[in-house]
């Protein structure tokens, strides 16, 4: 399931990036964040953490970034954009509320002019640009405060849910010996797990069934 060239060129240093951060991870790319959801180009996908990637190429445009960030931080606060140079201007754009003051004539009042691009979504985001060796934070200061916003944006794990198959809900189910009707559906089964497990349990198992689901282009299948 190749892209273009461009986006090639940077899942391909991205992936390398990721090995290289988180050793124990399996690689999966085109992950669903739900059952039919928004996808995203690459996941790390360590035993008990989730880290999504969207990349964006010189090819490509931000028009869909914005439901892509807020699905993804539906599922895990670790949601990272890889992006071209050619993107700065555009994603410093969105990150930003304000686009200044307006004031009135005597410039006694003024008020801040809003900006139509701003995206929430966005600020809560690890944004990479690249660089000649690898990548670089859009900020330089984005690096020092990113392990402490992931903390604080992480989410409830009941919501990681939503990316398993019905035999992969089904199954965690039973790992934990909770008993669904045979005749349950996926949405009765979905709130059962979040009934009777634990956040942990949940991130966990969500984890495990990603690490062992089959994919168009990944890595074998984790242990």
Not at 125 to 147: T, Y
Not at 159 to 167: F, G, K, R, V
Not at 181 to 199: F, S, V, Y
Request: aromatic residues 4%.
């Amino acid at each position: 399931m190749a892209g273009s060239e461009a986006e090639e060129r940077i899942r391909a240093k991205v992936e390398a990036s990721l090995r290289r951060e988180f050793p124990d991870a399996r690689i999966v790319h085109e992950v669903n964040t739900s059952w039919g959801g928004v996808r995203m180009d690459l996941a790390a996908v360590r035993p008990n953490a989730l880290t999504l990637v969207e990349i964006k190429s010189e090819r490509d445009v931000l028009k869909r970034l914005p439901g892509q960030a807020a699905a993804a931080l539906e599922i895990t606060g670790d949601v990272r954009v890889y992006a071209a140079e050619q993107h700065r201007a555009g994603l410093k754009l969105m990150s930003r509320q304000h686009l200044g003051m307006v004031w009135n004539e005597d410039r006694t009042h003024g008020r801040h002019e809003p900006n139509p691009a701003y995206c929430a979504a966005l600020r809560q985001c690890r944004v990479m640009m690249e660089a000649d060796e690898g990548f670089a934070d859009i900020e330089p200061m984005h690096g020092s405060w990113w392990p402490r916003r992931v903390m604080e944006h992480a989410p409830d794990p009941r919501s990681m849910l939503e990316m398993l198959w019905a035999e992969e809900l089904r199954d965690l189910m039973r790992r934990h010996s909770i008993g669904a009707p045979p005749r349950a559906n996926r949405t009765i089964t979905k709130l059962m797990a979040q009934e009777n497990l634990t956040g942990r349990q949940i991130r966990e198992g969500v984890c495990a069934a990603l690490r062992g689901r089959p994919f168009a282009r990944a890595d074998e299948v984790a242990a």
